[in-house]
């Protein structure tokens, strides 16, 4: 299974990572639900399995 996480700037200007991996449709889901609060940069990237992405700097 290929798995995907979020990056994205909080509303607070802080750049942020998930503690959790997605599926596909799910990580869409979920850029959906951060966008709406005003999030911005928000990236769905593919990801290797037990890995998770850096908050960008």
Request: charged share 25%; net charge negative.
């Amino acid at each position: 299974m290929i798995s995907y996480a979020l990056t994205w700037t909080g509303p607070d200007g802080i750049n942020r990572a998930p503690a959790v991996a997605y599926d596909k449709p799910s990580s869409e889901g979920r850029k959906t639900e951060l966008e709406q609060p005003g999030c911005t940069n928000v990236e769905v990237v593919q990801i290797e399995p037990g890995r998770l992405p850096e908050p960008k700097a």
